[in-house]
């Protein structure tokens, strides 16, 4: 295993921008990724969020472009990263642009939900770098804004995200109208099927690399399960917040309407909360996770799909207000915390309706969820042995080892795209489907 970044072949303006960033030791799947990108290899990478994909993945490209020099055709790119939202978009976008900060390379992205023009703008002078999330660069591309000839790689990030959110028919389009002649590389938390026939269509030949299997938690992250009846569940939440040691907490709710009564309800008792979600504009949701990452906030609540942009490393707790009806969402959800080595606490609120739920997310990390009192809830924010140690020893996982997400790279988070009349349908909790 690389043991620092000096060891890896990257050229000295990117080594130069790595100090500046504090970025010393690789992460696995940077460790892993980065000499087969190099190398002009094709790569399936199974990783979850926090585990420092963007970097692997974005200095190889800095450095291939860098290399051949040649600016990019007029409405076109040299570099397309495909992302399912524009919150991650935005993200993975400034981790180009700090790692690249000693290239002299442009970088832009485009998503839906606001003014294209600013974006058609960027396209006309010709981009190296290029984020973007599908549905907008859709109709970009049907105006006659886009075309991919000047193309000589492709990244499709959070796969299963999208085809969670409905995304996979665009994708293939935009696959469909990619030169052939190409390097490509798909990153995904988990392999359900569809993934994996993807993974036949778009990549050559490619390097896998695993470095979390898919159904594991993060190993320092104390989870906990609170039976509670449906309509206390506000009142626990806000009796559970008066403990100071839950410095940040990220609340999910399975609906929007339900975000905004639980942010409501917080923030007459008190408590300092935002929600984002779907109905939120681009602005709104900038303000409010700008505000949880600096401290103004310290409750955000959230729904899935918004919360996929959110990559903070020191979020204390995460509650999981409404149990998620897809078990890899829970994955993900907790995910939230125990970044960058910290430790972390996610707390599950189960109604009888939820038990189910619960039972399929058991399954899945192969592990029980320690069961604790709803009624003077003691020291939340650790202390003593955590009840989920308790359980660790009879609940291993089965064939492979508990991975652990580190918080390198910028811009791992996942958020929404606004494409075309896309919005309705990604938030719409009642179509949500088991995808692997």
Do not use: W
Not at 90 to 116: C, E, P
Not at 117 to 128: E, N, S
Not at 307 to 329: C, K, L, M, Q
Not at 343 to 372: H, M, P, Q, W, Y
Request: with cysteine; net charge positive; hydrophobic share 35%.
């Amino acid at each position: 295993m690389t043991s620092s970044f000096s060891q890896l072949d990257l050229v000295e303006p990117l080594q130069r921008a790595l100090k500046t960033e504090k970025y010393t030791l690789p992460t696995p799947i940077q460790a892993q990724a980065i000499p087969h990108l190099l190398a002009g290899r094709d790569l399936l990478g199974i990783a979850q969020t926090g585990t420092g994909k963007t970097a692997a993945f974005a200095l190889p490209i800095l450095q291939r472009l860098s290399a051949q020099a040649q600016p990019a055709p007029r409405n076109s790119m040299r570099a397309l990263i495909l992302t399912p939202t524009r919150e991650l978009a935005t993200q993975i976008a400034d981790s180009f642009r700090a790692y690249g900060r000693h290239m002299g390379l442009r970088t832009a992205v485009i998503f839906g939900g606001v003014g294209q023009q600013p974006q058609v703008d960027a396209l006309r002078r010709g981009i190296d770098i290029l984020v973007a999330t599908p549905g907008r660069l859709l109709d970009l591309k049907e105006q006659g804004h886009v075309r991919f000839d000047g193309l000589s790689v492709f990244v499709l990030d959070e796969a299963d995200r999208m085809l969670d959110m409905g995304f996979i028919h665009d994708v293939r389009r935009i696959a469909g109208a990619l030169p052939k002649q190409r390097q490509s590389l798909l990153f995904s938390a988990t392999m359900p099927p569809e993934i994996e026939r993807l993974v036949g269509n778009l990549l050559k030949d490619p390097v896998r690399i695993e470095v979390t299997p898919s159904a594991t938690t993060v190993e320092l992250i104390d989870q906990r399960v609170m039976f509670v009846d449906a309509g206390n569940k506000r009142a626990l939440l806000a009796s559970l917040l008066k403990d100071n040691g839950i410095s940040r907490a990220l609340v999910f709710t399975r609906t929007k309407h339900g975000a905004n009564r639980v942010a409501e309800g917080l923030a007459k008792g008190g408590v300092k909360t935002e929600a984002i979600h779907g109905n939120k504009s681009q602005g709104a949701r900038q303000r409010a996770l700008s505000d949880f990452r600096n401290g103004k906030v310290r409750v955000l609540v959230a729904t899935d799909i918004a919360a996929r942009g959110i990559d903070i490393d020191d979020i204390s707790h995460v509650f999981n207000y409404d149990i998620p009806n897809v078990p890899e969402s829970y994955v993900h959800r907790i995910g939230r915390t125990a970044r960058a080595g910290a430790a972390g606490v996610a707390i599950s609120f189960c109604d009888g309706s939820e038990k189910g739920f619960l039972r399929d997310i058991e399954n899945l990390t192969r592990r029980k969820i320690a069961v604790v009192e709803g009624h003077g809830f003691p020291a939340v924010h650790g202390g003593g042995q955590r009840p989920a140690d308790a359980e660790r020893g009879r609940h291993q996982p089965r064939g492979g080892h508990r991975g652990r997400s580190n918080g390198h790279g910028h811009g791992h988070g996942d958020n929404r795209s606004h494409g075309h009349g896309q919005g309705q349908r990604q938030e719409n909790s009642g179509r949500a489907q088991r995808t692997g």
